[in-house]
């Protein structure tokens, strides 16, 4: 059987591994990855809170903000916009079901206005958590934005600086 007979078998000749819709390359996560990390891991949070205590509390807090920072810290430069907005879409994703899935979260009635009263008051009380999880973001790509402008600055510096020095000398 040919090498090639598996193209993605790359661990042979030491080639990265290819790029997918989640990781995107071997530079980061994209912001899809990052958006599905959050959710999969404040929806672990919103579950095991649920069972244990009837509504959000602590484990889904500590994982929805601990989640939004390694995204934000393992994102791709360039989609680190879309990492600032997604701790509050996520965020309202979770509550919004748990609202209407979690019958111990509010009163325990069935209308739809009561719903809709428990799934307010569930963003309202867990406020705390989303501010935590949009600033520390919000800061962490800034540093992270500006250290990568940087970065950028000095390559084109060095390369021009290296042209100029290569038209200079006589061939």
Request: aromatic share 4%; glycine share 8%.
């Amino acid at each position: 059987m040919p090498d090639d007979a598996y193209p993605y078998d790359r661990a042979r000749d030491g080639s990265p591994p290819p790029a997918t819709v989640v990781t995107g390359t071997r530079r980061g996560l994209s912001a899809l990855g990052a958006a599905l990390l959050v959710v999969v891991a404040g929806g672990l949070g919103a579950v095991i809170d649920s069972l244990l205590f009837d509504n959000l509390r602590y484990v889904f807090g500590v994982l929805f903000v601990a989640s939004c920072v390694v995204a934000a810290l393992r994102a791709h430069v360039d989609d680190l916009i879309g990492v600032v907005i997604m701790p509050p879409l996520a965020y309202a994703v979770i509550t919004i079901i748990v609202g209407y899935l979690n019958p111990e979260a509010g009163d325990g009635s069935t209308g739809l206005r009561n719903r809709a009263i428990d799934v307010g008051s569930e963003m309202i009380l867990h406020a705390p958590v989303l501010l935590a999880a949009v600033i520390l973001v919000a800061v962490i790509a800034a540093v992270r934005g500006r250290r990568a402008q940087i970065a950028r600055r000095e390559r084109q510096r060095s390369l021009a600086q290296s042209a100029a020095a290569r038209r200079r000398r006589p061939v």
